[in-house]
């Protein structure tokens, strides 16, 4: 078991920046991968970017470029550093983790969530 608590998110205008932050606790299990999901108004759920223990990443197209993910192994939290935001990016982001994932953007292959941190863009 594990608990993700995210924090960061606010309201920012069109070309603002917003940095991200999910603390991880919890029991003995070893995060393989971290991620970043959101789900804006009228949208799917969908992945943003997801970081390996071997330090790789990917992103999906829509941020590429834009959004970083990093982790602090030492203190357990993972980022998500957002520039050039757009009001598309309007949306509650979460943090997700599992040990083992075939699909690292994919929503179905994580177990563990925090509680969402709400990030609005405005033109």
């Known amino acids: 078991q594990a608990q993700l608590l995210e924090s960061g998110g606010g309201s920012v205008q069109a070309g603002g920046s917003l940095r991200l932050s999910c603390a991880a606790s919890?029991?003995?299990?070893?995060?393989?991968?971290m991620a970043w999901f959101r789900h804006g108004p009228g949208k799917e759920r969908e992945g943003v970017a997801a970081?390996?223990?071997?330090?790789?990443?990917t992103y999906s197209d829509s941020v590429k470029g834009r959004f970083t993910i990093s982790q602090d192994n030492a203190k357990n939290t993972l980022y998500l550093q957002m520039n050039s935001l757009k009001p598309e990016d309007t949306a509650m982001y979460y943090c997700?983790?599992?040990?083992?994932?075939?699909?690292?953007?994919?929503?179905?292959?994580?177990?563990?969530w925090g509680q969402g941190t709400q990030v609005t863009v405005s033109s």
């Open positions: 919890g029991s003995s299990y070893r995060r393989l991968y």
């Open positions: 997700a983790a599992d040990s083992s994932v075939a699909g690292p953007l994919d929503r179905d292959e994580y177990r563990y």
């Open positions: 970081i390996y223990r071997g330090g790789g990443s």
